[in-house]
């Protein structure tokens, strides 16, 4: 079972790409909680040059009110990444996490459809921006 699904984005800056996600991730729910810029981190960090790439940790508040319902401590696991990454050929790869995956190491057979609701839904992201 693959931890991620992905999309490439053709012929378009990391800041258009990050415009669509974001609209995308709204239109099915999603806020944007946090954001780390790992070209900037990396930089001034370790002095290391990366290629531009974003991480969204994104959250839906009512899938997430539903799985710390659940187990609460789940939100461990919160909120969900989705990833902005420019490739050697400019495109960007568009990831996001598969919660089904993530969320197996959880012990309570309750939390699966909403892992499977979330994925539906992060799915359906990756689907708007293609």
């Not at 991730?25 to 810029?37: A, M």
């Not at 990444?81 to 996001?96: F, P």
Request: proline share 5%; hydrophobic share 40%; glycine share 4%.
């Amino acid at each position: 079972m693959n931890y991620y699904t992905s999309t490439l984005l053709r012929s378009q800056s990391i800041e258009a790409a990050r415009e669509k996600v974001m609209n995308a991730l709204q239109n099915e729910g999603f806020g944007v909680l946090t954001e780390i810029d790992i070209q900037a981190t990396m930089k001034k960090k370790l002095n290391k040059d990366y290629l531009p790439h974003i991480i969204l940790g994104a959250c839906n508040p009512v899938m997430a009110d539903k799985v710390l319902q659940l187990e609460p401590n789940i939100s461990t696991m919160l909120p969900c990444n989705v990833t902005l990454r420019q490739l050697e050929n400019g495109d960007i790869e568009v990831s996001a996490i598969d919660p089904v995956a993530a969320m197996s190491a959880v012990r309570n057979d309750r939390v699966a459809p909403v892992a499977a609701e979330v994925r539906e839904k992060l799915n359906r992201v990756l689907q708007q921006l293609s």
